[in-house]
């Protein structure tokens, strides 16, 4: 099993920054992962539409960026620390929600896509106030 703990969720105005992390733990050498994710749950959205915001092979390369986000986030990894990070700059008002680590086996076509992923966090929330 593998666990995912998300932090770095805050309340910041619209321009602002923040950097999302992602700490992975558990049995991570012997479970079918490749891909860690960050996905954006809306406020009054249900679950089934949580949104691929950038995801990223373990390995480092290669990423994939949702276009709403593209220039603006950064998906990175810390393989010794088994941490993923999400810069998120520029940050707007519809950037709000709760932010969600997932880890699964994935392929770049489909790593946006919530069926991909086995394993999922609690979220942290980010409010972007205008």
């Known amino acids: 099993q593998v666990q995912l703990v998300e932090s770095g969720g805050d309340s910041v105005q619209a321009g602002g920054y923040l950097r999302l992390s992602c700490q992975a733990s558990?049995?991570?050498?012997?479970?079918?992962?490749?891909?860690i994710a960050w996905f954006r749950q809306s406020p009054g959205k249900p679950e089934k539409e949580r949104e691929g915001?950038?995801?990223?092979?373990?390995?480092?390369?290669?990423?994939t960026y949702a276009d709403s986000v593209k220039g603006r986030f950064t998906i990175s990894r810390d393989k010794v620390q088994n941490m993923t990070y999400l810069e998120m700059g520029s940050l707007k008002p519809e950037d709000s929600g709760m932010y969600y680590c997932?880890?699964?086996?994935?392929?770049?076509?489909?790593?946006?896509?919530?069926?991909?992923?086995?394993?999922w966090g609690q979220g942290t929330q980010v409010t972007v106030s205008s």
């Open positions: 915001i950038a995801a990223i092979y373990i390995g480092g390369r290669p990423t």
């Open positions: 997932a880890a699964g086996w994935s392929t770049v076509a489909v790593a946006l896509k919530p069926r991909s992923y086995e394993y």
């Open positions: 558990g049995t991570t050498d012997t479970v079918r992962i490749n891909y």
